[in-house]
């Protein structure tokens, strides 16, 4: 096939890109290879719009062993243990084929992950979905759950955390993020890089089919009407195979015939191949009639793009191919000697004798292009004046019973008890809580984990929105107990072509990495996915924060059930009342406009970090951060998980009830104390400038505002639990 | 004591057993489904997982792997087989256990605490119990129990129940059913009472940090209860 700049175009390329192909190769390329360039240049592989930004982050600090660039981000523990953690976007795919699409979005980044030599310990999972009134928002999450779980469970790595919201900004580009963290000895960490020549290039894992093909430039464009054609471009998951590939790369891992190991993603053989060779600075010579093939007269075109899961390329020692092959024959995968490194610093591909492909590595990875894409700086919206009469006429408990039935702030339970959430025996907090925190297995050690995002907040006013996420995933692992270490982020925006949307993406990064910096909470790995739109409509921009912190004592981790009758509840941080953006504006008051909450990175750092202390002292008996919803919506919470009441007394603010209880001011948690301690709780918080609230003291079963009105605490766990029941069974 | 866990492929509670043996005081070995002999032992464990991932119909191709049938001959001369979640599929498929386990009624994988009610304490792995009720895991997509009505008489006329779902109270009701299992059926035994499937996981309760402690009564009863 003579290759011109139509067809070009039709693989996503822009004519500027393909000229620069032209140029690069001072000839055109055949068509195997105008296919590995649009598969290496594509948004979701070169970053070509992002890198620019990314490169700003944070990434350093002094527990990190590995950043952003390999196939996942390192840092350690301590005792020679290290985690090696990533989140990943499979949004595109997910939207086609949710079950499909989910379940190798998780199957993805376990990949990451034990590539690097770590044994997954948790999976996490962040997803958003279109309103729940739109026709297809059922079937989707039903399809995405199933899908996650799907995969997880067979694998048998537990599912300790999540995220689910509703918006219709979703409605027509779903978000499915995985995360997962794995463990792994500081000095046995395996890379990607390439080096040596002459080594054997190995194959192994599944057979490669026509699955997935183009699956990379798939994501890198927006949907049309058109998007069910897709369909055969997201890739099928086998996750018994996974299972198996983990198994058997872990046992060749513990000796010493791998120099790098590289899975095969987004863009498969291509990307696999010609990363591993970049990074040496290596050619790589493949024969592709050596590449184990699940159909008949694949071509090279298709075998250099498929995206056929559950495959690995390695590179070995010499004469460590049949102790190797060993290993993957007692698992029943292939193994296959497909190649060899090089000097040449090129791709050279053969097939049936011939040479099909002949790319220097530096024009596919340095080369690619790079864009300073134009951006719309956004405005912070003037502040609502909010009618005091209006509020001050609501019933705070109707109102309350209102938030808790919100499908963004109601029982997630029918989700996380889909997936094994206990496997591996270590899990000590399940879904549901601040974080999921399973044990260093056979330590006293634990890892908490959390994702988050806050898409309305980002929405309103991208910088002070980045900022947030950051701060609610170092608040949930500090409401656990644990000390926050790094984060991943999931960057999932519109179209980088436009610039309001790259405005969002520009400054939600901005945000994060402000406050990562601030916080000592360095980013470690992620990955951006844009082109979440449907034509011109382009989802609220969505940056997904996993955070991993760790607990030295796991006996001493917190839950945020309250635990016992006459203990005292306050409130840390300071409530100014601010109601704009919050779930209370939008479903109690209809109104959608105004500023996101500030952030005060002093306040979130000193508060967090006092808390921490007051925990390591034994002084905290429950904790929980306050976040969508507000102060009531957090302690109702703790009611309901510990079958416990409280009797709540607003302070006397001047703010009005309804703003002391759903206001959404940043960095605040409540805590449980016991009374015998109250006074050196108050002496520590006083000492470190942290400002509280006295809420009031725990009883029996019923919520007491003000001693007047009521609730029991019945009542409300069926508030909370009832909406997402109900609406999946019908 | 000695006993040996199977791994099959796709196994994935091998190790859970493994460390969970070993706490209470078991000699564990790990066995390797291409195995052909057992090694010495006084308990066979067939781990929870997806063997074989569960493709064909769960349990049934594990149930014809090499070590198998030394695994049935151990049991029909008398020795102790135990099969959790999975390992009571694969227990099914090779006719130690009556009975079939169909996906669960709401078609959805189910993980979460339950209660179980011991109904015969007349056999080594229930026998020196005290409590009558157990809060135990589950974690299955196939859990539901079915029979015939003829083997279900033959079930109940040899006293071969060996748990049923409840509530925290013992009472054994539908709504505490969680799967759809015919008469809330959770694990069942041989006539014999020498092999037990069962669906709620006991070694993913054996520390107070973990989900619960309850899977430590069993595993404390079953050491000493072994001949």
Known sequence: MIVNEKIAIDHGLKKDEYKKICELLKRNPNITELGIFSAMWNEHCSYKSSRLHLKKLPTKGKQVIQGPGENAGVIDIGDNDAIVFKIESHNHPSFIEPYQGAATGVGGIMRDVFTMGARPIANLNSIHFGSSQHKKTKNLLRGVVHGIGGYGNCMGVPTIAGQTSFDSSYNGNILVNAMTLGLVKKDKIFYSKAAGLNKPVIYVGSKTGRDGIHGASMASASFDDKIEEKKPTVQVGDPFTEKLLLEACLELMAGDSIIAIQDMGAAGLTSSSIEMASKGNLGIEINLNKVPCREAKMTPYEIMLSESQERMLIVLENGKEEQAKKIFDKWNLDFAVIGKTTKSKKIELFFDNEKVADIPINTLVENSPMYDRKWKKAKLPKKNKINKDDINNLKIIEVLKKILTNPNICSKEWIWQQYDHTVMGDTIQKPGGDSGVVRVHGTNKAVAASVDSSAVYCWAHPLTGGKQVVCESFRNLISVGAKPIAITNCLNFGSPENEENMGEFVECVQGIGEASSYLKFPVVSGNVSFYNQTKDQGIKPTPSIGGVGLINDYTKMITMDFKEVDNVVLVIGKTEGHIDQSLFARVILNEKNGPPPEINLFNEKNNGETLLKLIDSNLIKSAHDISLGGIITAISKMCIKGNKGINLKKPKYLISEIEYFFAEDQGRYIVEISKKDQKKVLDILNKNAVHYDELGTINENVLFLNEKTKVTIDELEEFNTKWLKEYMSN | ?227
């Open chain 2, 1 to 227: 004591m000695k006993s040996a866990v199977i791994t099959f492929p796709g196994s994935n509670c091998d190790r859970d057993m493994d460390v969970a043996l070993k706490k209470f005081g078991f000699k564990n070995k790990m066995v390797w489904h291409q195995e052909v002999e057992l090694p010495k032992s006084d308990l066979v464990v067939l781990p929870g997982g997806f063997s074989y991932g569960d493709y064909l119909r769960c349990g049934s191709m594990a149930s014809k792997s090499k070590i198998m049938q030394s695994v049935i001959n151990f049991a029909n001369s008398g020795g102790m087989v135990m099969g959790i979640c999975n390992g009571f599929q694969i227990l099914v498929e090779t006719g130690l256990v009556p009975g079939v386990l169909l996906r669960n009624k709401y078609l959805e994988f189910i993980c979460k605490n339950v209660f179980v009610k011991i109904r015969d304490k007349n056999n080594a792995y229930f026998k020196n119990i005290k409590n009558n009720v157990l809060e135990l895991h589950i974690a299955h997509n196939e859990g539901n129990y079915f029979c015939t009505n003829d083997q279900l008489k033959e079930i109940e006329d040899n006293a071969q129940i060996a748990i049923n779902y409840c509530d925290n109270q013992g009472k054994i009701e539908k709504s505490f059913n969680p799967n759809g299992s015919i008469k809330n059926i959770a694990g069942i035994f041989n006539k014999e009472k020498n092999v037990l499937g069962m669906m709620p996981h006991p070694e993913r309760m054996i520390e107070p940090s973990l989900s619960g402690e309850d899977g430590s009564l069993f595993f404390k009863n079953l050491i000493n209860n072994i001949k």
